[in-house]
């Protein structure tokens, strides 16, 4: 249903690769060693895989030097799952700590690899220092605030483009979610409180393959609903609803991003109409998503469908995004950014229109760009609002 | 079998006491406003729950002033989400921003109500700062770095003492995560893929109401395993293997987090003799959690009776810790923290030991301290090692 379930991990060629990139955009940056703090970070460089980041007590630091391998930095509770990655170099202190949660250890190790020289750190958009603020002051006070860069525009760079390897996770979990929504008719029905509607969701995309469900979020409402981000209520669903939901799935430390929306029994014009638009917008977004044209490209291709159709602006911001280890990562499909498209990033894209009042519909698919164009990672929502109709 | 589903949410009136309290102890600690960025100090006192901040894209504060209620400055896609807290003063812009992502309007709010004097926000142990470091750079030159204070001892107290509403919730996913564990006969068995029995564990657990299981770790072995926050491997359950799950699973933003060992089909004398050191360890901590007891009389509690027994140390770093909105929070049940035991406190105990090289066994379970001592929140294991048999 959802393929072959693909390997776990990444051989360790993968690793090299991307230590190779980033040392090859160090070196340019002149950066002398790379400072990492948060999970996706950690663990693009090490291959470390835990939920134990749920926990934010402990900090936890990887250190790339301009040469040779990364060093983890890390609490001695990680020290067993990190000795199986492909790290030959790993530190450990007894954390929590009462005066010193590893800042010691981290100044040395960056001492040992950058000697007096640059330290990048991520400090751009999107980014989160994932360590005390006073540790950081203390670690930035020992080595001199002035050597601490911004690291973020070179990691961006880096991650948006995926390898092939990370692209088959991508694109088995949005097979596992794609076969989860198409099971909507089984999943879903009028007078069931939103709350078990999202409940059977997870659970039958746990039973296709799914590692985790960490974000699930949507409405329902006659028209439209009132935003993106909720959690469900337990209100029951109505005939003439439109329901929606748009899931985050995992596998494998990779997500999928998107979301189907579905009438209740019936739908009204206005919901018909705007699905019709998404639909068409997604389209154009598809036929957009070529190499060497920009994230303001792609926005403007689908803004272009809404407006001419006569649809309102659905206001979340931007109309997709990119996709990876992270539910959202860059680019955004703005009217501003500028990013330029190349084989390998994946997207998501995500029109908006507002329906009735201050209701709106959202519609999500995601993609990879190749050399000739844009391929589909999930499977295409039906052409017309899918119907849910009692059995 | 959970019992009564406790009512989504709080009424007004909890977050008027959590506000009240903040703000007398701002009074005390000379602050004339608290900065907030991350997922639980906004929704402490705000409400404001949502899986959104999954993305690391947009940044969300929060301003709490001296007197009058918190001020949301917010992404606008949050803004109808938020308008349905008990917040008044909501105030948004369109994010992601391509110069300015809410830095100005935070600014300018923190101008007003903190006028030249002092802004505390979280800076030490377990917080972090969830905005760009750029961004928080630029906040910090326009108001003046030195008005920035540590305020995570003031957040740390009040957040320690939970409310009869937070228990109510706590308990009520304590014992969907019980009710899960118990069934543990029909869920897990010899031959079965350990990523399968992750994956019975997760359904079940959300068929008795959880609403996620976003932690989910463990491990199998003979006479133990290697660490406690591993992902599952595919490896088959083995006859004589302890299985070990441990979990933080969710209702309404509040967390559960214990474990459960299991021996399949036969358990050797290590891992049953392990297990009862681990079981009366609890026991001691359940006798020593009273009013007034230090996090170190609690460590040394468990500690005395693994040592008595000739236990060897499992050095996972404490002996449990406190659990509420987050999976861990203060305090650490360890020798350094002399955090004095309240009414209120909800705490994790959970001693490890070694068994066998360098494989370790975990025990963990969830209480509550109230006048006369621990209030289980968890039902107990099984004082024997709970043995799975095929039927």
Redesign the interface.
């Known amino acids: 249903m959802s393929g072959e379930t693909p390997e776990?991990g990444f051989p360790e060629r993968e690793f090299e690769n991307r230590l190779e990139r980033a040392q090859f955009a160090m070196a340019e940056a002149g950066f002398n060693a790379l400072l990492l703090t948060s999970e996706p970070e950690v663990r693009y460089f090490s291959g470390f895989?835990?939920?134990?980041w749920?926990?934010?007590?402990?900090p936890w630091f990887l250190v790339v030097p301009a040469q040779g391998k990364p060093i983890a930095v890390i609490?001695?509770?990680?020290?067993?799952?990190m000795r199986k990655t492909w790290l030959d170099d790993i530190r450990t202190w007894?954390?929590?700590h009462?005066t010193d949660?590893g800042v010691t250890l981290l100044r040395e190790a960056l001492r040992e690899v950058a000697g007096e020289g640059v330290i990048g750190?991520?400090?751009?958009?999107?980014?989160?220092?994932?360590?005390?603020?006073?540790d950081f002051?203390r670690l930035t006070d020992a080595l001199g605030r002035e050597r601490f860069r911004?690291a973020?525009p070179m990691i961006r760079k880096l991650r948006m483009v995926k390898s092939e390897a990370e692209i088959t996770k991508i694109t088995h979990i949005c097979a596992i979610a794609s076969s989860t929504f198409e099971a909507g008719a089984e999943l879903f029905r009028e007078g069931q409180p939103l709350?078990d509607a999202f409940?059977a969701f997870?659970?039958k995309c746990?039973?296709f393959g799914a590692?985790?469900?960490?974000?699930?979020?949507g409405g329902a409402g006659l028209g439209g609903y009132?935003?993106?981000?909720?959690?469900p209520s337990?209100a029951p669903l109505a005939r003439g609803d439109v329901l929606m939901l748009d899931t985050?799935a995992v596998f494998d430390g990779y997500f999928c991003d998107f979301d189907r929306n579905y009438a209740i029994g019936e739908a009204d014009d206005a919901a018909k109409r705007a699905h019709d638009i998404l639909f068409l917008a997604v389209e154009a977004g598809i036929a957009a998503a070529r190499p060497g044209a920009t994230c303001s490209d792609l926005y403007n291709a689908m803004r272009g469908v809404i407006a001419e159709a006569g649809g309102a602006d659905g206001?979340?911001?931007?109309l997709g995004?990119g996709l990876g280890m992270?539910?959202?990562e860059w680019p955004?499909l703005?009217d501003?950014d500028e990013t330029v498209l190349e084989p390998g990033m994946v997207l998501t894209l995500e029109p908006a229109t507002r329906t009735v009042g201050?209701r709106i519909m959202v519609h999500e698919e995601n993609i990879v760009v190749r050399d000739d164009g844009a391929e589909l990672l999930t499977r295409r929502t039906p052409r017309e609002l899918p119907m849910l109709t009692a059995p």
Not at 49 to 52: A, D, K, S, V
Not at 211 to 217: A, I, S, T
Not at 226 to 231: E, F, Q, Y
Request: aromatic residues 4%.
């Open positions: 776990r895989l835990t939920q134990f749920q926990s934010p007590t402990r609490p001695e509770i990680g020290a067993a799952l007894a954390s929590p009462p949660d750190t991520p400090m751009g958009r999107e980014s989160h220092l994932r360590m005390p603020l006073k002051k911004d973020s709350s409940r997870k659970t746990l039973e590692d985790d469900v960490p974000y699930l979020v009132d935003d993106v981000i909720s959690p337990d985050g206001d979340v911001g931007r995004h992270q539910l959202t955004s703005t501003f201050s």
